[in-house]
């Protein structure tokens, strides 16, 4: 079997999901590719062009956090809670290819996922998927992640942002508008959630919705009754972000890129100041993007604490040569598929 899943790059909304909110990400044109062949063993063991050592896993290992975060390497521990979730009835060998950039906030994590689970045989539908692979993740990193990463990935729309809605459990795709290029800029920065601040601030979140319900449901004023300042700062980012998340959804469906960018680069202020997972190297690069001529607006994007920016510009914009790290011009991609073998 030989599957395939993008990439993702989130255009606005950013530590919504878990909590009830919004979010407007797309999958993207870049992606990793997982191929199995099973065999009579009772071994997974994958090999990747980026790794150097391979993971090898049992087929009956359980979705234990205690067991799975004490494999090596650190990547073998995605494919065990995968193994584990999909239970494979026999095991196998494959590789792993991908032009995905690690560590760099674009979910290269559940493109592995989501790839190996259609490669060992999964079948379901995009948001079962999602959630399995959610639950594998959560237990191979000890990270309670959200869901937007897995639910873009398999359920992604050629073309199209999809405006994704945490409460109602709803997708809906919002076309990109011709004429607009999505940049993704690194700022040489890499992050992994398990050594992040990403804990840190779900707890926060968690503690500013014990007696108002999820953040992602609250009008603004209701967040001016949270006592803590701190905790109110982080409240009133996710409140405000899934405003924006709405507005900007109705930007880019009207054509107007100057209120979508408007949008972002405000994204990235309140991301900065009341979430406080922005970097120095992440702001500085914001800064340099958002005076370039024919750039809209830009904004860290995924959890922060290291990782890219994206950026909405005029085709050409920006010379990705000048720049002093990796970028890329991305598509909206279709979302994961089983490229053969089923």
Not at 282 to 308: H, K, M, N, Q, S
Not at 313 to 320: E, F, K, N, R, T
């Amino acid at each position: 079997m030989r599957a395939f899943c993008p990439g993702r790059v989130n255009l606005i909304g950013d530590h919504t999901d878990y909590n009830e909110g919004v979010a407007l990400p797309m999958a993207v044109d870049l992606g990793t590719v997982v191929t199995f062949t099973p065999d009579d063993s009772y071994r997974v063991v994958l090999r990747s062009v980026g790794e150097p050592d391979p993971a090898d896993v049992d087929v009956h290992v359980p979705l234990d956090p205690g067991q799975l975060r004490a494999i090596e390497p650190r990547w073998a521990r995605y494919v065990a809670g995968m193994v584990a979730v999909v239970r494979p009835p026999t095991g196998g060998r494959g590789t792993v290819e991908t032009n995905l950039p690690v560590a760099s906030g674009m979910a290269s994590s559940a493109a592995l996922e989501v790839a190996l689970s259609l490669a060992l045989g999964f079948e379901g539908t995009p948001l079962t998927m999602a959630r399995m692979c959610q639950r594998a993740e959560q237990a191979a990193t000890g990270v309670a992640t959200g869901l937007m990463d897995q639910w873009v990935v398999t359920g992604g729309v050629e073309g199209c942002a999809l405006l994704l809605d945490f409460a109602e459990m709803t997708s809906a795709p919002i076309a990109i508008p011709d004429g607009v290029e999505i940049l993704v800029v690194h700022s040489g920065e890499r992050r992994t959630l398990d050594r992040s601040g990403y804990a840190a601030r779900r707890a926060e979140c968690e503690a500013a919705a014990y007696r108002l319900g999820p953040l992602g449901l609250l009008e603004r004023d209701a967040v001016d009754a949270i006592p803590d300042a701190v905790l109110r700062r982080r409240a009133r980012h996710v409140v405000s972000e899934c405003e924006r998340v709405r507005s900007f959804a109705h930007a880019l469906l009207e054509g107007d890129l100057d209120a979508a960018g408007q949008h972002m680069t405000a994204s990235h202020v309140s991301l900065a100041q009341d979430f406080a997972v922005s970097t120095p190297a992440l702001d500085e690069l914001v800064g340099r993007l958002i005076v370039t001529p024919g750039v809209y607006g830009a904004r860290l994007t995924g959890a922060g604490f290291g990782g890219c920016v994206v950026a909405l510009s005029q085709p050409g914009a920006v010379d990705l040569a000048t720049l002093r790290t990796p970028a890329w011009r991305l598509r909206p991609s279709a979302g994961a598929q089983v490229l053969s073998g089923r």
